[in-house]
T-cell receptor, first 115, second 116 residues
Framework: AQSVTQPDIHITVSEGASLELRCNYSYGATPYLFWYVQSPGQGLQLLLKYFSGDTLVQGIKGFEAEFKRSQSSFNLRKPSVHWSDAAEYFCAVAKPNTGFQKLVFGTGTRLLVSP | GAVVSQHPSWVICKSGTSVKIECRSLDFQATTMFWYRQFPKQSLMLMATSNEGSKATYEQGVEKDKFLINHASLTLSTLTVTSAHPEDSSFYIC????????????FGPGTRLTVL
């Protein structure tokens, strides 16, 4: 079945340490790929997106993600985590068979930042 | 960035009543609006897609007579949960996009619905 997988439900990282959140997708054709962050009381905010071209994508707040076609992955990274990064992170894909309009979300990874 | 608001942010209602949730794009014209449902500790599930002036397109398994969607203008879409029951309790989130496929969706803060 077509899906988006975020294997880590929770991740705890020390402030200042590096972060990598995993995302895998299973679609026949390469979809458009997104990472969103959800903070309490706020709407989902787009961190970055990949449509084509350079497989290393830079986003806001110091985040980046790398698309690896061979692994069907789009992992999110940040070299140094800040306490304010604690939130829920969602990977999403826009399916090719919907004209790349509809988003399918992974189950999310909750990031906890320890002092 | 573009701002999307939702009203109310939370609502509690009795079983059998109907509840309307508004989604507004504050500083851009939203050609397309989407409605999602999010269960606790779970992902967002797309319920329906609405284009201004057209009938909404519902995802498989979503009851269109229960979840009425109206997108009467380029800045406003409403979701009405009719004859709500406790199993309809959830977090409802809307998003709006301006134009074209894969255009960035801007999300509202969500509405927490609790049906007693």
């Amino acid at each position: 079945a077509q899906s988006v997988t975020q294997p880590d439900i929770h991740i705890t990282v020390s402030e200042g340490a590096s972060l990598e959140l995993r995302c895998n997708y299973s679609y026949g054709a390469t979809p458009y790929l997104f990472w969103y962050v959800q903070s309490p009381g706020q709407g989902l905010q787009l961190l970055l997106k990949y449509f084509s071209g350079d497989t290393l994508v830079q986003g806001i707040k110091g985040f980046e993600a790398e698309f690896k076609r061979s692994q069907s992955s789009f992992n999110l990274r940040k070299p140094s985590v800040h306490w304010s990064d604690a939130a829920e992170y969602f990977c999403a894909v826009a399916k090719p068979n919907t004209g790349f309009q509809k988003l399918v979300f992974g189950t999310g990874t909750r990031l906890l930042v320890s002092p | 960035g573009a701002v999307v608001s939702q009203h109310p942010s939370w609502v509690i209602c009795k079983s059998g009543t109907s509840v309307k949730i508004e989604c507004r794009s504050l500083d851009f014209q939203a050609t397309t609006m989407f409605w999602y449902r999010q269960f606790p500790k779970q992902s967002l599930m797309l319920m329906a897609t609405s284009n201004e002036g057209s009938k909404a397109t519902y995802e498989q398994g979503v009851e269109k007579d229960k979840f009425l969607i109206n997108h009467a203008s380029l800045t406003l879409s409403t979701l009405t949960v009719t004859s709500a029951h406790p199993e309809d309790s959830s977090f409802y989130i809307c998003s709006a996009s301006g134009q074209g496929p894969a255009d960035t969706q801007y999300f509202g803060p969500g509405t927490r619905l609790t049906v007693l």
